[in-house]
Each structure stands twice: as structure tokens, then as C-alpha cells.
């Protein structure tokens, strides 16, 4: 896509909706309320002008720790549209996680969710933070002009960050540039979805990660959609109120959560569903949780890989071209290729790294030279995901690079090990990590979560283990617990399991 020097992401996907006659439209659906695309517009600009009245100039940036209703595009869109660059950061972490955020990237405002306020006893101590506001900031607009002129950026300007979730170590502040939002909206939620003016989109995903963003501003902004918002977390209760109640045509999900909504006696019968088109990211979707979900709905999940560095899914599924157990094919306008630890591609089948080359790549991380110059080499991303790809094309999850085993002087993906454990009857959720034996040798260890009410012993799991994979594979040790450490946005945590 070419795009004039002088652009702004927020007059593009808000402004446009005016233009287009939408002014009329329900843009947004939250715990409180319904929102037009005339009322959207008239926010984002008030709270662009609060801003700056603050003080606040382009370029500065500001920090969001704000649960998904309405005041959050509000806030994010109206700083884009005054020229400050606003910091999106999960909702879920403790306050040395957003001391750190706030003072790695000197933000001069923290947007607040009033409940989240307690995470942030710490706020006298920065030097560089000069403003807090707290949601939800009705009041606060009524006092704004309704008007505002946009700040004169370009397509290449920094438009935002997006904090990694800092699954292996401290999160990276992921600088995008405002021509992404538009690119992804157009390559994916156009280009493999098919989005239309007529979907309601509801994501469990939330706004402050890459693929939330995608799903819940940028794709359904571009299309004239419609968006269900939810503040409370995703789980399979709320997720089922909002389907049955609000009626999506799309949902957004990770593997996780749709594990969990299978297991509940609570899900909804088709009838009660007006659903096209599931998709899932974050992990790979096990085969068995997309055929037993087109079992109980008609409806497919197309599983699909995104990162915080490309923004959104640049290797998916797509209606009338998927493969279970697999991530499918390039999305079109993205290239993708496997290489070896020299940097050589592999041959067809082989497990090697993926590699990405694509227009909506972040411009660095924030104030780390070393890991930009590592995942950032020219044209092509690191993902620090290892795949193969098989003789039509598509490619198959094989683990994190920092994940994998090497078993008797083989490689292992406990991402295989998991799925062949998930797909037994009994087994919710697995996470498969190395143990070294008495030997000192590396071997597969699993903890398993089982799904309520059911019960399957170690030797029972590592005989089925062995039933479908080659028998190396199996887990030496299988650990029964609760639950496993996962992210705020569903990734399991393996590095936390490894001690």
C-alpha cells in the first residue's frame, strides 16, 4: 500500500467512518453502554484536546493501564490524533513491572483504570511523570472542544508502543509507525477474513496486545464493524454472556480459553449463536479443539501466528484453505522462510526458524540496540519460532527456539509432546518442558491439567504419548496440577516450570 507523506492513523480510521456515512453506526458495545461513530469521533478529538492542554506536545508519550471499554480507543486514538505516542501495557502485572514501563519509556501520563490504581503506589518516585488520569474520564471530556485539527504526522512516524509480554525476561517497548494499523487491517482483516461493515466483532483478546489491538480497533475501525468490549478477564462464562447476548459474527480467542469453553457443561447450543469465523492465536490450536468446536458450532477456527513485532497474523488459515494442525500459508503481502542456526534455509520438512519479511514490522525495540540488531535484521523478523513446512505449503508449529529439546541427540518440540498429550480424552491443558535425568541428560517432563471430572494416570498418558509419537518422545516424568503459568494473554509460561 502507498500512502501520502502527511497521514495520521486516528483521521484514517476514525474520520473515515464519517466520510463513509457511518456516523449513525454503532462503533462500539461496552459494560455500560452503546457508542456511534459520530460519538467516537467527537471523543477521540475532546480527549486529543485534553491532552494537550495538559501540556502534552507531539511526540511525548503517554502510558495506558486501562480494562477494555470505551475510554480506551477514546484515549489511545485521541493521542494518535494529537501527535503524542501512546504506550499500551497489560492490565494484569505488578507495580515493579509498571515501574519499569513507566520509567524505560519516561512517559509524561499514566491513563488509569480506577481499579488499577493501587498497582501504582509508586508514582512520587518518577522523575519524567507529570500527569495521571484515571478512567472512566466522562466528565472529563465535557469540559474539551469537540474539534480537533491533527497533528501533521507522516505514515513513518512513530504512532505507538506495544509492551512485549516478557514471557523470557524484561518486556521490550515495540515502537510501530502509523501506516501498520491500516496495512494489517487491509492484508488480514480484509484480505483473509473477509471483514464487512456488517460483522460484530468481539475479541477475548483485550486491547493492550498486538493481536487485541488488530481485532478490537484497527480491523473493525477499518471496516465500518462493529465492536463488543468486555473489562472483566475472558472467561468461558463471560465469553459465553457476550455470545449469546451481543451475537458476534467473529470471535477472537487463544487456544487456552477455547480448551476451556469446550470442557464447560455451560456452552452454548448452536441456536444460540450467530457466529461465521473463529480464530485463534497466541499457541498453536491443537487439532482436536477445532474439529470438537466445528462439532459443536458449524463454525471453523482458523489458527493463525502473529508477534508484537509484526503486529498482527502474517501466517494463517483461512476459510477453504486450512489444514488442522497446522498455521497454513503466508498471508498474502507477508514472506516467511525457515532457516538453519547458520542462517541457511532448510529443506522441505525440516524444523528451522521463521523468518518474516513484511510491511507492518516494528521500527525497534525502545532503548535495546542489541535485541533490535537481533530480531531486526534488514528486511526479514526473527520470531524465535521453530516450523516446517510441508510439501503443499503449510507450515506447522515445532516450539519456541528457546524451548526446544534434544532428546538422545535429537531435536524435540514440546509443542509435538503437548498436542499428542491434549489430544487424549482426559487432558485440558499440558505444558512440556526439559529435565535432566540421572544422567544429565535431557528428557521430556509434563504437567498436565486434567479436565474436571476426569482421571488418566501417568503410565495411561505416557503409553498414548508413545501410541502417536516416535517413542523417544514421551515424557520420563508427568506432574498433575491445577493449572499451568500463562501470560495475561493465554501464553503458557515454560520457563516458569523449568526450576
Given at each position: ?17 464519517l466520510?463513509?456515512?457511518?456516523a ?45 471499554s ?17 504506550i499500551?501495557?497489560?492490565?494484569l ?12 519509556s519516561?512517559?509524561?501520563?499514566l ?8 498497582q ?18 466522562k ?12 497533528a501533521?504526522?507522516?505514515s513513518?512516524?512513530p ?14 517497548g ?7 494499523m ?14 464487512k461493515?456488517s ?23 477499518a471496516?465500518?464493524a ?15 454472556k ?7 459474527t ?15 457443561p455451560a ?7 450467530d457466529l ?10 491443537p487439532?482436536?479443539?477445532?474439529k ?21 497474523i ?29 542462517g541457511?534455509e ?8 521463521l523468518?518474516?519479511k ?14 533490535s ?11 524465535g ?19 526446544m529439546?534434544?532428546v ?17 480424552e ?14 544429565k ?18 503410565e495411561e ?5 508413545k501410541?502417536?509419537?516416535?517413542p523417544?518422545?514421551?515424557?520420563r ?19 516458569k516450570?523449568?526450576?
Amino acid at each position: 500500500m502507498e500512502f501520502p507523506r502527511s497521514y495520521n492513523a486516528a483521521v484514517d480510521l476514525v474520520d473515515g467512518n464519517l466520510e463513509a456515512g457511518r456516523a449513525g453506526k454503532i462503533a462500539y458495545i461496552d459494560d455500560a453502554g452503546q457508542y456511534t461513530f459520530g460519538e467516537l469521533a467527537e471523543r477521540v478529538s475532546r480527549f486529543g484536546n485534553h491532552l494537550l492542554s495538559l501540556g502534552l506536545r507531539m511526540e511525548d508519550r503517554i502510558l495506558i493501564a486501562m480494562h477494555d471499554s470505551i475510554d480506551w480507543p477514546v484515549a489511545f486514538l485521541g493521542a494518535i490524533k494529537a501527535g503524542i505516542v501512546p504506550i499500551a501495557v497489560n492490565t494484569l502485572l505488578t507495580p515493579k513491572d509498571y515501574e519499569y514501563m513507566l520509567s524505560d519509556s519516561r512517559a509524561k501520563a499514566l491513563l488509569v483504570s480506577e481499579p488499577l490504581l493501587p498497582q501504582f503506589p509508586f508514582l512520587k518516585k518518577l522523575p519524567f511523570l507529570q500527569h495521571v488520569i484515571t478512567s472512566p474520564f466522562k466528565d472529563l471530556l465535557k469540559n474539551t472542544k469537540p474539534e480537533l485539527a491533527a497533528a501533521p504526522t507522516t505514515s513513518d512516524d512513530p504512532c505507538f508502543w506495544l509492551y512485549s509480554s516478557g514471557s523470557t525476561g524484561m518486556p521490550k517497548g515495540t515502537v510501530h509507525v502509523h501506516s501498520s494499523m491500516r496495512i494489517t487491517a487491509e492484508l488480514y482483516a480484509d484480505g483473509v477474513l473477509g471483514l464487512k461493515e456488517s460483522d460484530v466483532i468481539f475479541s477475548a483478546a483485550k486491547f493492550f496486545f498486538a493481536y487485541g489491538l488488530g481485532n478490537s480497533l484497527s480491523f473493525p475501525l477499518a471496516a465500518g464493524a462493529t465492536t463488543v468490549l468486555m473489562a472483566e478477564r475472558p472467561t468461558p462464562d463471560a465469553v459465553f454472556k457476550r455470545l449469546t447476548e451481543k451475537k458476534p459474527t467473529l470471535f477472537f480467542g487463544v487456544p487456552t480459553l477455547y480448551a476451556g469453553m469446550l470442557a464447560s457443561p455451560a456452552f452454548p447450543k448452536k441456536e444460540n449463536l450467530d457466529l461465521r469465523l473463529c480464530v485463534s492465536a497466541g499457541e498453536a490450536l491443537p487439532p482436536q479443539i477445532a474439529k470438537s468446536f466445528k462439532e459443536k458450532t458449524g463454525v471453523d477456527i482458523l489458527d493463525g501466528i502473529g508477534s508484537t513485532e509484526m503486529l498482527h497474523i502474517f501466517l494463517s488459515n483461512r476459510p477453504g484453505d486450512f489444514r488442522h494442525g497446522t498455521t497454513g500459508k503466508p498471508v498474502p503481502g507477508y514472506e516467511v522462510k525457515l532457516v538453519d542456526e547458520q542462517g541457511a534455509e532448510v529443506k522441505q520438512g525440516e524444523l528451522g526458524e521463521l523468518l518474516i519479511k513484511g510491511p507492518t514490522a516494528a521500527n525497534l525495540y525502545w532503548n535495546n540496540r542489541a535485541k533490535s540488531r537481533g530480531t531486526f535484521a534488514g528486511e526479514w523478523t526473527r520470531s524465535g519460532d521453530k516450523y516446517t513446512r510441508d510439501a503443499d505449503g503449510y507450515y506447522a508449529y515445532g516450539g519456541r527456539t528457546d524451548d526446544m529439546l534434544k532428546v538422545s541427540g535429537i531435536w524435540v518440540s514440546p509443542a509435538e509432546v503437548e498436542a499428542a498429550l491434549v489430544s487424549h480424552e482426559a487432558v485440558l491443558e499440558a505444558a512440556v518442558v526439559g529435565k535432566e535425568d540421572e544422567q544429565k541428560l535431557v528428557k521430556p517432563k509434563a504437567y498436565v491439567v486434567l479436565k474436571p471430572g476426569k482421571q488418566a494416570t501417568t503410565e495411561e498418558l505416557q503409553n498414548y504419548v508413545k501410541s502417536k509419537l516416535a517413542p523417544y518422545k514421551y515424557p520420563r516424568w508427568i506432574e498433575f496440577a491445577t493449572e499451568l503459568p500463562k501470560t495475561a494473554t493465554g501464553k503458557i509460561q515454560r520457563f516458569k516450570l523449568r526450576g
